[in-house]
C-alpha cells in the first residue's frame, strides 16, 4: 500500500495516465513501474480532492493522516510505503510511525535545477543501515532504520 499527499497523487497519476501513449517519454522499465503502481493500492490524504478519485486501488481519507496510518498499522495492513509527499512523511516521522527509511541515490548534482531541501523542518534522525543494494553499476537503493534523536548528533558516542 502506497501512502501519498495530494500532489503527489496528482504528478504519479498524470505519469502512470500518459504510460502507453504515443506521446510517452518513458522507457519500458519505467512504463512497468508505473503499471505496478496502478496496480497496488494506494491511500491518499487530502481535504482538497474530490471522490471518485480516477486512479485504481486508490481510497482517499480526509482525516487526520497520522491516526489513519497508526490504525493501519494496528490492523496488521499490508506493508505500508510512503511516495513523495515531503509533509506526510514529516508528520509519520514525528509520530514515530516510520520502521524505515529507504534512500535511493541517483548519481546527478542539481545545483542548478533542484529546488527544496527534503529534510528541512525533520528533527535530527540516526539512521542504521539494514540493507543496500546496487541496480545498474549507479542507482543505489540504501535502506535505514530510523531513531529520532533527542539531543544533537555531536552529543552521542560514536557520532
Same mark, same amino acid.
Do not use: H
Given at each position: 500500500? =502506497?501512502?501519498?499527499? !495530494?500532489?503527489?497523487?496528482?504528478?504519479?497519476?498524470?505519469?502512470?495516465a500518459q504510460?502507453?501513449?504515443?506521446?510517452?517519454?518513458?522507457?519500458?522499465? #519505467?512504463? !512497468?513501474?508505473?503499471?505496478?503502481?496502478? %496496480?497496488? #493500492?494506494?491511500?491518499?490524504?487530502?481535504?482538497?480532492?474530490?471522490?471518485?478519485?480516477?486512479?485504481a486501488?486508490?481510497?482517499?481519507?480526509?482525516?487526520?493522516?497520522? #491516526?489513519a496510518?497508526?490504525?493501519?498499522? +494496528?490492523?496488521?495492513?499490508?506493508?505500508?510505503?510512503?511516495?513523495?509527499?515531503?509533509s506526510?512523511? +514529516?508528520?509519520?516521522?514525528?509520530?514515530g510511525?516510520?520502521?524505515? =527509511?529507504?534512500?535511493?541515490?541517483?548519481?546527478?548534482?542539481?545545483?542548478?535545477?533542484?529546488s527544496d +531541501?527534503?529534510?528541512?523542518?525533520?528533527?535530527?534522525? !540516526?539512521?542504521?543501515?539494514?540493507?543496500?543494494?546496487? =541496480?545498474d553499476?549507479?542507482?543505489?537503493?540504501? #535502506?535505514?532504520?530510523? %531513531?529520532?534523536?533527542?539531543?544533537?548528533?555531536g552529543?552521542?558516542?560514536?557520532?
Open positions: 500500500t =502506497f501512502l501519498m499527499g !495530494a500532489n503527489t497523487y496528482r504528478e504519479m497519476y498524470e505519469f502512470a504510460a502507453g501513449t504515443v506521446e510517452s517519454e518513458l522507457r519500458s522499465e #519505467e512504463e !512497468a513501474t508505473l503499471d505496478t503502481l496502478t %496496480r497496488a #493500492e494506494k491511500v491518499v490524504f487530502s481535504s482538497t480532492l474530490e471522490p471518485p478519485l480516477p486512479w486501488n486508490t481510497q482517499l481519507i480526509r482525516g487526520d493522516a497520522v #491516526e496510518v497508526r490504525e493501519m498499522k +494496528r490492523a496488521g495492513s499490508s506493508p505500508l510505503s510512503t511516495l513523495g509527499s515531503i506526510l512523511c +514529516r508528520s509519520l516521522l514525528m509520530a510511525l516510520v520502521d524505515r =527509511f529507504r534512500v535511493v541515490i541517483f548519481p546527478v548534482i542539481t545545483g542548478k535545477t533542484g +531541501r527534503i529534510y528541512d523542518g525533520y528533527p535530527d534522525v !540516526a539512521l542504521d543501515m539494514v540493507a543496500s543494494r546496487t =541496480f553499476g549507479r542507482i543505489q537503493l540504501l #535502506e535505514y532504520v530510523p %531513531r529520532v534523536l533527542d539531543r544533537p548528533p552529543a552521542y558516542p560514536g557520532f
